[in-house]
T-cell receptor, first 109, second 114 residues
Framework: TQLLEQSPQFLSIQEGENLTVYCNSSSVFSSLQWYRQEPGEGPVLLVTVVTGGEVKKLKRLTFQFGDARKDSSLHITAAQPGDTGLYLC?????????FGTGTSLTVIP | DAGVIQSPRHEVTEMGQEVTLRCKPI?????LFWYRQTMMRGLELLIY????????DSGMPEDRFSAKMPNASFSTLKIQPSEPRDSAVYFC????????????FGPGTRLTVT
């Protein structure tokens, strides 16, 4: 198992603030995925990053894959209560998917 | 198109009882996954199937756990006998093996074993 460590584990911020969460490993990956899981539901894929240094944007969310393809970050601009959830990074080898420990985000109105 | 369907959504049972969780994958998806999520261990892959055949069950914790996929539209995860430490949320997910890596998760079954 190639461990994915996410930080911070918990984050509580006010609406309108910016935040960054991290996904780190000592291993090199061909790609990384980011998921958001809302309470009482399953994870939903947000984005897949595949190229070292790649930056992808999804509205107010910006995802970056590290140059060495060992880490990734997710930056949220002007957070909204709807962003509340558990953010998971994951990698896969074929059909074997490994998930990080997750960052639980709460955005307070 | 309906997503992945799981039943029941909640299950409360006593230690020693048999528990069966059910999953209907998205039509046309030929890979199916069973995951377990706990606060302590996060989201863990238990087993996955390709074209109804179990490929890797190395994540299944013990012999008390078994999974079947009798056809392309149905899978079960059975725990017999159940123990309190099995309490968790169990997710089923499916995907097409080729093309996008995206997995589609069901809403999960919250299992509580007392």
């Amino acid at each position: 198992t190639q461990l994915l460590e996410q930080s911070p584990q918990f984050l509580s911020i006010q609406e309108g603030e910016n935040l960054t969460v991290y996904c780190n490993s000592s291993s090199v990956f061909s790609s990384l995925q980011w998921y958001r899981q809302e309470p009482g539901e399953g994870p939903v894929l947000l984005v897949t990053v595949v190229t070292g240094g790649e930056v992808k944007k999804l509205k107010r969310l910006t995802f970056q894959f590290g140059d060495a393809r060992k880490d990734s970050s997710l930056h949220i601009t002007a957070a909204q209560p709807g962003d509340t959830g558990l953010y998971l990074c994951a990698h896969n080898t074929g059909n074997q998917f490994y998930f990080g420990t997750g960052t639980s985000l709460t955005v307070i109105p | 198109d309906a997503g992945v369907i799981q039943s029941p959504r909640h299950e409360v049972t006593e230690m020693g009882q048999e528990v069966t969780l059910r999953c209907k994958p998205i039509s046309g998806h030929n890979s199916l996954f069973w995951y377990r999520q706990t606060m302590m261990r996060g989201l863990e892959l238990l087993i996955y199937f390709n074209n109804n055949v179990p490929i890797d069950d190395s994540g299944m914790p013990e012999d008390r756990f078994s999974a079947k996929m009798p056809n392309a539209s149905f899978s079960t995860l059975k725990i017999q006998p159940s123990e309190p430490r099995d309490s968790a949320v169990y997710f089923c997910a499916s995907r097409r093996t080729s093309g996008s890596y995206e997995q589609y998760f069901g809403p999960g079954t919250r299992l509580t074993v007392t």
